[in-house]
């Protein structure tokens, strides 16, 4: 058989002789569309084959879920942790009559007790010269998220006419790094002309944390007066919120005080000290101390008429409604005025919570004290008169001293304090 | 063939169109003849049932003492130790192939995100009658006694996990109940670094079929 394509359509003559040879005579001779299309075709039917003789072999997987369950796991406010709290105010009475109350100058804004700068004051901001508020934290617990603190600083001018003006850092003193600055040289955070006393709050928005206040946490104020005198400082604090919850929520506040204050102004720099400030800064012989004004009269007994008095701060909050306290001690650290030798001075304290005499203590032996010169400590576990939280923000402490020789020592105290190990759910 | 298509010619295009029209008549009449009825034969029907099982799993009922998973704990503290029993029950009508815990922190914090020092937690399974309890909410106690015995179905590990394999289940098999106790742990030594903090943990149990076989 021979077939012949038209001359526009054909590749040339080609003899076919059946079978495969026609075939791919007929594939040869086949338009390019026809070639398409039956390419096309053969995929369609090779896909439904395969389809056809291999169905899907993995079935879909029945499960179940149970209905959700979601409790609420919440740690400790406070995980159990010992805080201090030292007593800055105190009352003479050694003679027998009870004096007036003695504070820090610069504790609490409006109390009628002020400080002057010890110096007079550049008439422009200055780097060098400053007012620095150190904060001890003793009373904070550990690692606690806080919200709100705010440096609260209450001052005027000394004179009338003369404009004060301040602006001010937070800072760690141990290595000098500064936690944020607030106003500046051209825009102070504040400013009191003539003598009225003037409170400011300054947000301390990058302190977040216990930790940052526990640090050797210090407020530098960088002053001026345009009249090139002093300024009169009257309160300066630090408070704040103490929160849980991943710090959403608020369940006690704190206020920190001053436990010194150090300076550098024009005319020379130092630190300005409270005598109960700190914990063995001194004894009688270098003045840091709340010094008795009279003598021991009595040898041989105790006379619970003739003692030093010292209380918490007003408004004391150191320990949370609520906590679960474990322990409490009070520590006393002090010392004699006898520089003849051969006094040897014991004392009695009595606490007294909320108001009321409810517990008693002594010292005997080596916490006697017979130096001008070092100070003896004695502590005293007050757990079973000071439990909660109320006993333990409502203390103060009567020490009454005796001494071996009549007249001639009188009671130093370098520093007493409340330490309670508490725990807050 | 010049002389066909010279008739073509001369039948103008109302001729052509009749001779199409007649062509197609003829070719549906041959067509309609060929056609045949045919003779057919049918069995007699005949029919069986196909029907499925069911993959369910529930817990006890909530706040029950067969689900104490919902009660919160508070003011937890290094070394606590929370323990909550739950039931789990295989209440469909099929195997189960494994059933998994998949536990998501809904209200994040490091408790559930510090897997060393956050919380731990570990699951136990006690046999028979299960867990008896004791002691007052949230502060409860269990002991697995009167013959029954326990074994262990997650090893202590950190509390939130995706599809975490539980061991040494019996609910796989339809109708059985495991009756499971959830410890959950704040390991000591974290000092003060997670106090204050809270998380919300939910708890999502998933029985998945047993294999598929010839019935």
Not at chain 1, 206 to 230: H, Q
Request: glycine share 10%.
């Amino acid at each position: 058989m021979v077939a012949t394509f038209p001359a526009a359509a054909r590749p040339g003559p080609v003899t076919l002789r059946g079978g495969r040879g026609r075939a791919t005579a007929l594939w040869r001779g086949a338009t390019r569309r026809a070639r398409l299309l039956l390419r096309a075709s053969l995929a369609l039917l090779l896909g439904w084959l395969v389809s056809t003789l291999n169905p899907p072999t993995t079935a879909a997987s029945w499960t179940n879920a149970t209905t959700t369950i979601a409790p609420t796991m919440s740690t400790k406010k406070v995980i159990s942790q010992a805080v201090d709290l030292n007593f800055m105010d105190w009352y003479d009475a050694s003679d027998g009559s009870v004096g007036s109350r003695t504070v820090s100058s610069t504790q609490y804004a409006g109390d009628g007790h002020t400080a002057g700068t010890n110096q007079v004051l550049n008439t422009s901001f200055n780097a060098s010269y400053y007012e620095q508020i150190d904060y001890a934290g003793i009373d904070l617990p550990v690692n606690v998220v806080t919200s709100g603190v705010t440096y609260n600083i209450t001052y005027a001018s000394q004179s009338a006419g003369q404009t004060t003006c301040f602006y001010v850092e937070s800072r760690r003193t141990t290595d000098n790094t500064v936690w944020g600055t607030h106003g500046s040289s051209g825009s102070p955070s504040g400013c009191v002309t003539g003598t009225t006393l003037t409170t400011f709050n300054v947000a301390l928005t990058e302190i977040t944390n216990t930790d940052t206040l526990k640090d050797s946490f210090a407020i530098r104020m960088y002053v001026y007066n345009s009249g090139g005198g002093k300024m009169t400082l009257d309160g300066n604090s630090v408070t704040g919120n103490l929160r849980y919850n991943n710090g959403t929520q608020t369940y006690s506040t704190f206020t920190e005080l001053e436990y010194q204050r150090p300076f550098n102004e024009p005319a020379g720099g130092g630190t300005a000290s409270w005598g109960l400030g700190r914990y063995n800064d001194g004894t009688s012989a270098s003045g840091t101390v709340a010094k008795a004004g009279t003598a021991v009269a009595h040898s041989a007994s105790f006379d619970t008429n003739k003692y030093l008095e010292f209380d918490q701060s007003p408004g004391t909050n150191f320990i949370p409604t609520g906590a679960t306290i474990t322990a409490s001690t009070l520590t006393i650290s002090y010392n004699e005025s006898d520089s003849t030798g051969g006094s040897v001075m014991c004392l009695q304290l009595d606490i007294y919570v909320s108001g009321v005499d409810s517990g008693i203590g002594t010292t005997t032996g080596a916490n006697c004290a017979s130096s001008t010169s070092s100070n003896v400590q004695a502590a005293f576990n007050t757990i079973s008169i000071i439990s909660t939280a109320t006993q333990a923000n409502n203390v103060y402490v009567r020490v009454a001293p005796k001494s071996t020789v009549s007249d001639i020592a009188k009671l130093y105290v370098d520093y007493i304090k409340l330490t309670i190990t508490y725990s807050l759910n | 063939m010049f002389g066909r298509r010279l008739l073509i010619e001369k039948l103008g295009l109302t001729g052509k169109l009749a001779l199409t029209v007649g062509a197609i008549g003829t070719a549906a009449t041959l067509a309609t003849a060929a056609t045949y009825a045919d003779w057919t034969s049918a069995t007699t029907p005949i029919s069986h049932q196909i029907s499925s099982g069911t993959v369910t799993i529930v817990l006890g009922a909530t706040g029950a003492a067969t689900n104490r998973l919902d009660v919160d704990a508070s003011g937890i503290a290094p070394g606590d130790t929370i323990k909550r029993a739950v039931d789990v029950h295989n209440t469909g009508s099929l195997n189960l192939a494994s059933i998994t815990l998949t536990t998501t922190a809904t209200t994040s914090s490091a408790l559930d995100t510090d897997t060393t020092n956050g919380l731990q937690m570990q699951i136990d399974r006690c046999s028979g009658t299960g867990w008896t309890e004791s002691g007052s909410s949230p502060a409860f106690s269990y002991s697995c006694g009167g013959g029954n015995t326990t074994s262990a179905v997650l090893a202590s590990r950190a509390i939130v996990g995706s599809t975490l394999a539980l061991s040494n289940l019996t609910a796989t098999t339809a109708g059985v109940i495991d009756h499971l106790l959830v410890t959950i742990t704040l390991p000591g030594g974290t000092g003060t670094t997670l106090q204050g903090k809270t998380s919300v943990i939910q708890y999502v149990f998933t029985g998945t079929q047993r294999a598929g076989s010839a019935h």
